[in-house]
């Protein structure tokens, strides 16, 4: 089974700090993504990975980066938590065409 | 533009009851259609997926799901449901090719009363 595991499962922030998520998968998969999730608005797309240092932005970049140094590793980065930021966040990898495999998610709090 | 929707933010049944779960999308070639189920504070797990061939396609813990071209829908149902099965569900397009690009609706709230 593809494991995709996340660093941290809550994760309470100042406003202003530099904030890392990080997500590790063990499948060899090329691609990675990240969302987050917040109530009624189902799943966004924050940013995504096809391979090795090669990122794209989502629908919703705006105040994130993202690093992919190594393929099974894919951080995402808040430069300046803000309190909007607060939200669940979720890291997953493509396998079979279409279908995602999630990480059990990071619930973020930034006061 | 691409878009899932599924029009029922949250529903309740009895325990023993039969479910379904709606879900339309836009896209205009045949999609890869996806339904996912997360229980609380965990992440999204696959229930099934249509990629092609036969409309209804059976998924795990007792679900299946019938794709129907004519009415862009996707719908999820399971003819007896558990106290268990109390979770969020999300329909989900894979667009683009191979499906790169998926699309989530905004889930559905699945409350089942004893």
């Known amino acids: 089974d593809v494991k995709v595991t996340q660093s941290s499962r809550y994760l309470v922030k100042r406003t202003g700090e530099k904030v890392f998520l990080e997500c590790v998968q063990d499948?060899?998969?090329?691609?990675m993504f990240w969302y987050r999730q917040d109530p009624g608005l189902g799943l966004r797309l924050i940013y995504f990975?096809?391979?090795?240092?090669?990122?794209e932005k989502g629908d919703i970049p705006e105040g994130y980066s993202v690093s992919r140094e190594k393929k099974e590793r894919f951080s995402l980065i808040l430069e300046s938590a803000s309190t909007n930021q607060t939200s669940m966040y979720l890291c997953a990898t493509r396998g079979e065409p279409g279908r995602q495999y999630f990480g059990p998610g990071t619930r973020l709090t930034v006061t | 533009a691409q878009s899932v929707t599924q029009p029922d933010i949250h529903i309740t049944v009895s325990e023993g009851a039969s479910l379904e779960l709606r879900c339309n999308y836009s896209?205009?070639?045949?999609?890869?259609l996806f339904w996912y189920v997360q229980s609380p504070g965990q992440g999204l797990q696959l229930l099934l997926k249509y990629f092609s061939g036969d409309t209804l396609v059976q998924g795990i813990k007792g679900f299946e799901a019938e794709f129907k071209r004519s009415q862009s829908s996707f719908n999820l149902r399971k003819p007896s449901v558990h106290w268990s099965d109390a979770a969020e569900y999300f329909c989900a397009v894979g667009a683009g090719t191979g499906g790169f690009k998926t699309i989530f609706g905004a889930g559905t709230r699945l409350f089942v009363k004893a």
């Open positions: 990975s096809y391979d090795v240092k090669m990122k």
């Open positions: 499948m060899d998969h090329e691609n």
């Open positions: 896209y205009g070639a045949t999609p890869y």
